[in-house]
């Protein structure tokens, strides 16, 4: 079986670095990218990379058919 890895990143630059309110930030947190700045919802991202992530595996049932 193949692994994936899904990196979150900013939409913004790309950059994976970043920061947050609290030193362990709540799946209800925003965080913020240490690059250019921009605020990223986790709950939102996270909905976003479980979308992409099923839609990989929807796809790759299809193709071995």
Known sequence: MTQVKYT???PQCG????TAA???PGPNDT???AQCGTSIDL???KKRLE???RAA???RLRVQR
């Open 22 to 24: 609290s030193a362990k």
């Open 8 to 10: 979150l990143s900013c």
């Open 15 to 18: 950059s994976t670095k970043f």
């Open 31 to 33: 965080i913020t990218c």
């Open 43 to 45: 709950v939102a991202e």
């Open 51 to 53: 979308r992409e992530a």
């Open 57 to 59: 595996v929807e796809e």
